[in-house]
């Protein structure tokens, strides 16, 4: 756990590597838990700032989420740490999307820069569809602003680049209101791999069954 500040931007990140469940902070290793196995494949949609099936959602966070990135594996600490680094305002982004797949040995999936609109940055062509869109001043450009019935989502129709057996998401976020029960503010969904907030503290899950 890590308390996060309301109204201020955080990076912050969650994966599984089919032993561990492992979180990030600001670029850092923060906690891991044990967490066997693979991910389940599914069809279900690809949700940003909320969680649901086909044609459904719920759950959403509440707050600004900006340059989400999907892996399709676990990253080391020091890949994740760079890939913090080169989105932070401190310094500048000077790579490009083809740079964070290098320096993520090619796992990325997909990177959504959310600069006004829900484009996939990669070459899978994972772009989103915004529900309710509403678009403010980001960390990087512009960010998806997210109130209570919001999302984007990103179809997955079959054979998808989001089938994996492991993943990491990392994503900044500002929350806005900590006021939610304990299984909503999601960041990042897909049916059981998830990255959500709760209240008043930081809890990052990737659940699988």
């Not at 902070?25 to 690809?46: H, K, P, R, Y």
């Not at 999907?70 to 740079?99: H, K, R």
């Not at 999936?109 to 509403?134: C, F, H, M, Q, R």
Request: glycine fraction near 12%.
């Amino acid at each position: 756990t890590a308390v996060l500040a309301l109204n201020e931007w955080t990076h912050v990140g969650a994966g599984v590597d089919g032993t561990n469940e492992k979180h990030f902070v600001n670029g850092a290793f923060a906690e891991q838990d044990g967490c066997g196995g693979s991910l389940t494949i599914n069809d279900d949609d690809f949700m940003i700032g909320a969680r649901g099936g086909d044609g459904t959602h719920g759950s959403q966070f509440k707050g600004a989420v900006d340059e989400a990135m999907v892996f399709g594996s676990m990253l080391s600490d020091d890949e994740v740490q760079a890939i913090y680094v080169a989105t932070s305002v401190d310094e500048p982004p000077s790579i490009n999307v083809q740079d964070f797949a290098a320096m993520a040995s090619g796992k990325l999936v997909g990177y959504w820069k959310l600069d006004g609109n829900a484009i996939d940055e990669t070459a899978n062509g994972l772009n989103g569809s915004p529900v309710n869109e509403e678009w403010v001043d980001g960390f990087s450009g512009l960010a998806f602003y997210l109130s209570g019935d919001d999302t984007i989502r990103v179809v997955d129709g079959g054979s998808s680049p989001l089938d994996v057996d492991n993943v990491l998401m990392l994503a900044w976020i500002m929350p806005t209101d900590w006021a939610t029960v304990a299984d909503r503010g999601i960041i990042m969904n897909k049916s059981v791999a998830l990255l959500p907030v709760l209240p008043s503290f930081l809890s990052l899950g990737v659940c699988h069954g």
